[in-house]
């Protein structure tokens, strides 16, 4: 069965950082991307950032780049969100998600339907 757990959140005030994992289970991470989204109260899904398991590739929205990091750690079966200079507009709940590896196909890793298995999120609160 494919599980993916997400831990990290938490309350930060604005300007700190957070590291989010996503810990998976029940499938070979080689073959998949990793993708991130989040959800603010009353907005739709948004897309965070995305990794490419199979050569590392990863890409970033306009709102994170420069703030956010995502790596991956295969040998762990283990996804890392590292979120620095966080703002309140950053308050959502964090969902990792797993599909198919994209390869050149990038702007798969956008969209939330290339995603097959989703965990369960984690809240994540900026104060001001």
């Known amino acids: 069965e494919v599980q993916l757990v997400e831990s990290g959140g938490g309350l930060v005030q604005a300007g700190g950082s957070l590291r989010l994992s996503c810990a998976a289970s029940?499938?070979?991470?080689?073959?998949?991307?990793i993708g991130w989204f989040r959800q603010a109260p009353g907005k739709e899904r948004e897309w965070v950032a995305c990794i490419s398991s199979s050569d590392g590739s990863t890409y970033y929205s306009d709102s994170v780049t420069g703030r956010v990091t995502i790596s991956s750690d295969n040998a762990k079966n283990t996804v890392v969100l590292q979120m620095n200079s966080l703002k309140p507009e950053d308050k959502a709940v964090y969902y990792c998600a797993a599909g198919t590896d994209y390869g050149s196909r990038w702007y798969l890793g956008l969209i939330a339907e290339s995603y097959a298995a989703w965990g369960q999120g984690t809240q994540v609160t900026v104060s001001s």
């Open positions: 029940g499938f070979t991470f080689d073959d998949y991307a």
